[in-house]
């Protein structure tokens, strides 16, 4: 008999969805870097899927197969639609004879007057401008400069938009700086700010949410061990958790959730069409495998809702050694951490898109969760991932062990 796997059924059955949905375009290695585990460990999953397949499972997956195929069609067409609007967008370019009010007149008249030199001369063409020859003579001297500045700002906009691409059009700002600097690049965040403003590039804005909570008032509260403090120096300290809904045409996902405030790593997740307690449960499994079991005192801080007042959720909770906390019934900012990561992860996955598959819209959710803890930069880690501050924690510690 093989040793048992140490990740949950759920997530090796989302990770091997992952996989197939690139439809070959991506290899084993690089799906399983986004995941955090081994190529093999895909390879073997993917393998052992394949060999309990039955027959006949092709034509029973067929419309899986057309839904993929017609969300690839959509997001070409959306990928189309989105080149061309920047032309459209953008004001008149230089050159283009169209002018705005403090616009691109001043720098034009420099181009006016090389122009028609040769007719009326540099000094009659300077008077009726009310500019100086000086000033003319000093542009032609300096013009290979500004070719040389435009080419570099060229460059640095298209690797912004390549950065921005990369990330689904939810880099701000911010973000995009960050990335900019980690690759290697010293440059001003208000240069940043103002080429993507310029440029039209936006990245996405927090949208109205619902609250989705329901308070079970028979069962009995745990304490608040937090108090609103979602700071923590080590790991495996405090978790804080919530549940959230993602619509899908006229039914729901669930998607429960669990982070270390340290590291702001979501260590655990579930998703499913219901909101019972195993939705939870569930969730406090994945964590306490992904951390290899050495979770014994840490707080786990929730809101009040039925999920986490469940006595199933609280026999986890004992026999795993976590000790419960909860806020405060109707306080949002008494789980404030969890309530801004969900804001967070519907901007940056809705987005104004409406979703009708609920096998799509699972394997977007689980993408995502992978992106945001090996990918996504954090500005409360000082723009690092939480993988990489977790991996520069663990260093730190072994080299003060050590020392």
Not at 57 to 82: C, F, S, V
Not at 128 to 145: F, I, K, P
Not at 242 to 262: E, H, K, N, Q, S
Not at 283 to 295: D, P, S, T, Y
Request: proline share 3%; charged share 30%; net charge positive.
């Amino acid at each position: 008999m093989g040793r048992r796997s140490p990740y949950p059924e759920e997530f090796r059955k989302d990770a091997v969805a992952l996989y197939r949905a690139a439809d070959g375009k991506r290899t084993y290695a690089s799906v399983a870097a986004d995941l955090g585990i081994t190529a093999e460990s895909l390879r073997t999953w993917v393998r052992k899927e394949e060999a309990q397949a039955v027959p006949g499972r092709r034509d029973a997956g067929g419309n899986e197969a057309d839904e993929l195929t017609r969300l690839r069609a959509e997001n070409a067409r959306l990928l189309k639609a989105e080149k061309g609007m920047a032309p459209r967008a953008r004001s008149s370019a230089q050159g283009s004879g169209l002018f705005r009010p403090r616009g691109e007149v001043r720098s034009r008249r420099w181009a006016f007057i090389s122009d028609n030199r040769a007719d009326f001369g540099v000094k009659r063409i300077c008077r009726v401008l009310g500019t100086s020859r000086a000033g003319y003579y000093r542009h032609l001297a300096t013009e290979q400069d500004r070719a040389e500045r435009r080419a570099v700002e060229a460059r640095t906009v298209a690797e912004i938009r390549a950065i921005h691409s990369e990330h689904g059009g939810a880099y701000g700002a911010p973000r995009v700086h960050a990335e900019l600097r980690a690759r290697g690049h010293a440059i001003n965040r208000k240069r940043v700010t103002r080429l993507m403003r310029v440029n039209h590039i936006v990245g996405r804005h927090l949208r109205r949410k619902k609250r989705t909570t329901i308070a079970d008032k028979t069962a009995p509260p745990a304490p608040d061990l937090v108090m609103r403090d979602f700071t923590a120096n080590t790991l495996n300290t405090k978790w804080c958790g919530d549940i959230t809904y993602i619509p899908v045409g006229a039914t729901w996902l669930y998607l429960a959730t669990l982070i270390d405030i340290c590291s702001r790593k979501v260590v655990g997740w579930s998703i499913a069409d219901h909101m019972r307690t195993s939705l939870v449960t569930d969730a406090i499994e994945m964590a306490v495998v992904a951390r290899g079991g050495r979770v014994h005192g840490v707080v786990f801080h929730t809101d009040r809702g039925a999920q986490y007042s469940a006595a199933a959720f609280a026999d986890v909770c004992r026999r795993h050694g976590i000790r419960r906390s909860m806020g405060r019934v109707g306080s949002s900012y008494d789980n404030a951490l969890a309530e801004s990561f969900f804001q967070g992860l519907k901007r940056e996955l809705l987005h104004g898109r409406r979703r009708t598959s609920r096998a799509q819209t699972r394997l977007e959710l689980f993408r995502q969760l992978s992106y945001y803890n090996r990918r996504r930069r954090h500005s409360a880690l000082g723009y690092h991932t939480p993988a990489e501050f977790e991996q520069q924690l663990i260093t730190s510690r072994t080299l003060s062990l050590v020392a």
